[in-house]
Each structure stands twice: as C-alpha cells, then as structure tokens.
C-alpha cells in the first residue's frame, strides 16, 4: 500500500521557515517578509527570539498580522494587509527603509517565487502573461541586498508544473540569489553542489520527489523527515 503523503498547509510551511531563521543571534537578526505566504512567518516565533521584522513601506520591529477586530489600518504591511508592531518598533519614510535593504543590512529576506532555477535564480515578479500587472514591489532590491534569501513556496504550480528548474524560463529577479528554499514538500538548499535536499515529507522518497522538480536533486548524508509543528 502506498504510504499516505501529506504536504505542509501554508501555516505548517511559515512555521518551517520560522526555525530557519536564528532566534538570538549577537547584535539580532533583521529580517523582510515578501507579500503573501512570506508574512505568515511573524506569526511563529517564540516571544523571546531576538529578530526585527522589516518592511519595506517603513517600519523596523513588525510584529504577527494583526487579529480580527484589533486592526488598524494605518498600521500595515507592504502587501496592505493590518499588523501589529513590537516595543520598540521604528517607522521611516521609503528612502531609509531601502537604503537598509541595499546597505545590505537585512540579513534575510523571506519571498515567494513562480520559479527556482538549479542555481540558484530567483523569478517571483512576472509569468509573461500579459493580462496580470507586474508585481516586483522590491523584490529585486531584496534579493540583491539580503546577506541570505529564504524561498517559501509550493513546490508545483496549480497546473502541476514543477516551480524548481534547470532554468528560468520567467523573467529573473535575481541570479544566484537564493539561499534555500522551503516547499510543502521539502526543505532544499542551494549549494555549490547543486540543489540538496535537507528535509522531506514523511512517506515521500527522493525519486517521487525529483519527478515533482524539474532540476537534479540529491539528498544530504544528514536528510531527515520534514519537521512540522506539534499542535
């Protein structure tokens, strides 16, 4: 009988990359969160972790989406979407938020892709397709600017097409610009080496993963079942 396979929901996917990201690093980590699934990642840090949230439309030190009936709506996110913001917090105009980005101050940004080629190159802005406006917000900036880029994604498109690739065949945000890149099916890093699989979903094995990628993938000597929250 074949295993059951359950992919990661968006939240379980926001948590994974939430463990990624250091939690009491010296000085701190500063951290962007991209539009959409990228914003979900505030909601699942614990309460001591010492990360500052930026985003680009000014703020240093969001906190998670603010909650139903509690929201203000002079107090939101690039993607328009009500937050809150923690003790501390700091709002400044747009000129200062990219000069943070492109000083190479943000030491991670989180964002969401159409694709991920075997090296590394970051499309998440346009499909080509000419009846949907162009969304690259500061997405290039970002992944130009990040010390590390955190992909969180899933790992095929709606009609089945593999988001991971040999190559792009999407106009390009960034070359080389990924880091790893976190499925509803996988953990992958982007190395030297090629693309190495950290983390799979329990009941999933390499080769049913490699036939939902369009890129070689091998797996790490440590991969292990893909980590998910206990509640």
Same mark, same amino acid.
């Given at each position: 009988?074949?295993?059951?396979?359950?992919?990661?929901?968006?939240?379980?996917?926001?948590? *994974?990359?939430?463990?990624?990201?250091? $939690?009491? =690093?010296?000085?701190?980590?500063?951290?962007?969160?991209?539009?959409?699934?990228?914003?979900l990642?505030?909601? $699942?840090?614990?309460?001591?972790?010492?990360?500052?949230? $930026?985003?680009?439309?000014?703020?240093?030190?969001?906190?998670?989406?603010?909650?139903? +009936?509690?929201?203000?709506?002079?107090?939101?996110?690039?993607?328009?979407?009500?937050?809150?913001?923690?003790?501390?917090?700091?709002?400044f105009?747009?000129?200062?938020?990219? =000069?943070?980005? *492109?000083?190479?101050?943000?030491?991670?940004?989180?964002?969401?892709?159409?694709?991920?080629?075997?090296? +590394?190159?970051l499309?998440?802005?346009?499909?080509?397709?000419?009846?949907?406006?162009?969304?690259?917000?500061?997405?290039?900036?970002? =992944?130009?600017?990040?010390?590390?880029?955190?992909?969180?994604?899933? $790992?095929?498109?709606?009609?089945?097409a593999?988001k991971?690739?040999e190559?792009?065949?999407?106009?390009?945000?960034?070359?080389?610009?990924?880091?790893?890149?976190f499925?509803?099916?996988?953990?992958?890093?982007?190395?030297p =080496? +090629?693309?190495?699989? *950290?983390?799979?979903?329990?009941?999933?094995?390499?080769?049913?993963?490699?036939?939902?990628? +369009?890129?070689?993938?091998?797996?790490?000597?440590?991969?292990?079942?893909?980590?998910?929250?206990q509640?």
């Open positions: 009988m074949t295993p059951l396979i359950t992919p990661l929901a968006r939240e379980q996917m926001a948590w *994974r990359v939430a463990q990624d990201i250091p $939690h009491n =690093a010296p000085g701190g980590t500063y951290v962007n969160l991209g539009i959409g699934m990228p914003e990642v505030a909601n $699942h840090l614990p309460d001591d972790a010492d990360i500052m949230f $930026h985003c680009e439309n000014g703020i240093l030190g969001m906190g998670p989406v603010a909650r139903r +009936g509690e929201e203000d709506f002079d107090l939101i996110t690039a993607g328009k979407k009500p937050v809150t913001v923690v003790p501390g917090a700091a709002f105009d747009s000129t200062d938020s990219f =000069a943070m980005i *492109r000083g190479g101050h943000i030491d991670i940004a989180v964002l969401g892709a159409f694709q991920i080629s075997r090296t +590394g190159d499309a998440n802005w346009s499909t080509g397709d000419n009846t949907v406006i162009p969304a690259v917000g500061g997405a290039m900036d970002l =992944a130009q600017g990040a010390k590390r880029v955190f992909v969180i994604t899933n $790992h095929q498109s709606r009609d089945g593999p991971i690739v190559t792009c065949t999407y106009p390009l945000t960034g070359r080389g610009v990924v880091s790893t890149v499925t509803d099916l996988a953990v992958i890093d982007v190395t =080496a +090629g693309l190495m699989v *950290r983390e799979i979903v329990d009941g999933l094995g390499l080769a049913d993963l490699q036939a939902k990628t +369009g890129a070689p993938l091998t797996a790490a000597p440590d991969c292990r079942t893909l980590a998910r929250p509640n």
